[in-house]
């Protein structure tokens, strides 16, 4: 064993014995079942145990065992479609991306040269992190129900609402103690011919307003109406202009995947309805772990208890040219 593992050996007892367990221990104590059943005890009967003590959150209540972290992004992804299509990360604290806003390109340099010319820009994208909650109430004889799945009816109700109102602040947020929706942050990539309709052509201009290199990965977000319509266009030998995947399971347009996002505008003048791009580049970030605070007090004149399940998150294009949007003309 070398001098490092030696020292690393050496801290880890002498922190045991101190009672000073790492952030990554209390991580995993979240895990074991014993974590679970005093979470979920203290849930129903508002009687803390000894074992939530290490993972009491910065609002008050405890932080969610492991196994319901996992079914909430679960359910998260299933009623958010950002969710589905982005790329998600974990944060602990403020991030600064930086981005490029002007490049040159690969350039050829002698020995001794600098690198990069002056005219290279740069930006920086900020990942930060606004509060969600969602107020549930129970009553009393539910609770008191072995039988009752308590687990199960906050993941139906609570956490439901919180993805829905994800997705509204992803698609449309105005930064306002929410994050900034990508219509706001992406550049509009074609303007419709008509104010009331959609086309084929104003799809193959969205998506040849995009760069070749997110054309790629690239997926479609299209509004309810912007779906419907483009569904009823056909071919000059009646085939469908948006068909399905190889698989069977995906709709497709123009070679790229298609999905319906509920909070895009309908076809009006003005509204921004659809979206084309690598949504890779758009970054959801999870600040630590989602937490269920009891209130035991609030509501007991009605019978009631009340919880509430927070998170904090943000969202932001890492790359602003990686996505486009499509804006109906104005009248």
């Not at 045991?16 to 079942?33: H, I, L, N, V, W």
């Not at 539910?142 to 109700?157: G, K, P, R, T, Y």
């Not at 054309?215 to 109406?225: E, F, G, I, K, P």
């Amino acid at each position: 064993m070398n001098s490092t593992n030696n020292y690393n050996d050496l801290m880890a007892r002498l922190n045991a014995a101190m009672g000073m367990d790492s952030p990554e221990k209390k991580e995993t104590e979240r895990a074991y079942p014993t974590y679970k059943n005093a979470f979920w005890d203290n849930m129903r009967t508002g009687v803390p145990q000894n074992a939530l003590k290490e993972s009491v959150s910065s609002s008050g209540g405890y932080l969610v065992p492991d196994s319901f972290e996992e079914r909430i992004i679960t359910k998260l992804e299933e009623d958010n479609i950002l969710r589905k299509v982005s790329r998600v990360i974990k944060t602990n604290r403020d991030l600064k991306i930086p981005f490029t806003i002007k490049g040159v390109g690969a350039t050829w340099v002698k020995e001794g040269e600098l690198y990069f010319e002056d005219d290279e820009e740069f930006g920086e994208s900020l990942i930060s992190a606004y509060k969600l909650a969602q107020l549930t109430l129970v009553s009393d004889e539910l609770l008191e129900d072995s039988a009752f799945d308590l687990e199960q009816f906050i993941i139906d109700s609570a956490v439901r609402n919180i993805s829905l109102a994800e997705e509204e602040a992803f698609v449309k947020g105005d930064g306002i103690k929410k994050p900034l929706g990508i219509i706001h942050q992406a550049s509009v990539g074609a303007v419709t011919a008509d104010s009331k309709t959609v086309d084929v052509d104003d799809m193959i201009n969205l998506k040849h307003s995009l760069k070749e290199p997110y054309r790629h990965n690239a997926v479609w977000l299209v509004s309810s109406d912007v779906y419907l319509t483009l569904s009823k266009i056909r071919h000059y030998k009646g085939h469908r202009f948006m068909d399905l995947s190889e698989d069977g399971e995906t709709e497709m347009l123009l070679g790229h995947p298609v999905y319906v996002c509920k909070n895009l505008d309908n076809i009006a003048p003005g509204s921004k309805s659809a979206i084309f791009g690598d949504f890779s580049h758009f970054w959801i970030g999870d600040r630590g772990s989602r937490s269920i605070k009891r209130l035991s007090e609030k509501y007991a004149d009605s019978g009631q208890v009340g919880f509430i399940v927070s998170e904090r998150v943000d969202a932001v294009l890492v790359e602003p040219e990686a996505v486009k949007v499509l804006q109906t003309k104005a009248e």
